[in-house]
Each structure stands twice: as C-alpha cells, then as structure tokens.
C-alpha cells in the first residue's frame, strides 16, 4: 500500500546566544497513517528537512518515486525558503 507523504510547516523555538529565542517555521515530510487502535488517522513524520531547506529537483525526484501521491506538494513552501533556482 502507498503512503501519501505531504510537505508540512511547523513552529520551533531556536535559541540564538545573544537575545531571546527566536521562533522559525520546520519543514517535515508527514503521512497520515490509519491508527487502528485510535481508530483514526495519525501523523507519521518520515523526513525532518529543518527550518532552510534546499528545495531541489532531485529531492522532488526522490519523493515521487518514493511517495507518488505526494505529487507537487514539495514546491509549496512559505515565503524565505530556498529552492534550487533561489539557491
């Protein structure tokens, strides 16, 4: 059975050595699993890709192949982050 994996957005807290902690948005790839326990879906949190990642095309590449009902979803990314043509 495919999983269908999606690009997600997450708050985290960074310290930085001279101020207060800064807040900055985490990239994850995420399933949704079905818990049969729960009897609902839950999130399964496959790639940690950090609060800069590298959009590129062999990353959109590896996660079709990987997670075909991912589709585009790689290329939605809020605003500041880098992809291959951005550097």
Do not use: K, Q
């Not at 818990?35 to 940690?48: F, H």
């Not at 095309?57 to 590896?62: F, K, N, Q, S």
């Amino acid at each position: 059975m495919a999983v269908a994996a999606t690009l997600r957005w997450h708050d985290e807290e960074r310290s930085v050595p001279n101020g207060p902690p800064r807040h900055v948005l985490a990239a994850w790839l995420v399933a949704d699993v079905w818990d049969a326990v729960a009897g609902a879906t839950r999130p399964r949190y496959l790639a940690y890709l950090g609060n800069r990642p590298s959009i590129t095309a062999e990353l959109v590449e590896e996660c079709a192949a990987i997670f075909p009902e991912c589709g585009d979803r790689l290329g939605r990314h809020p605003p500041g982050c880098r992809t291959a043509a951005a550097g």
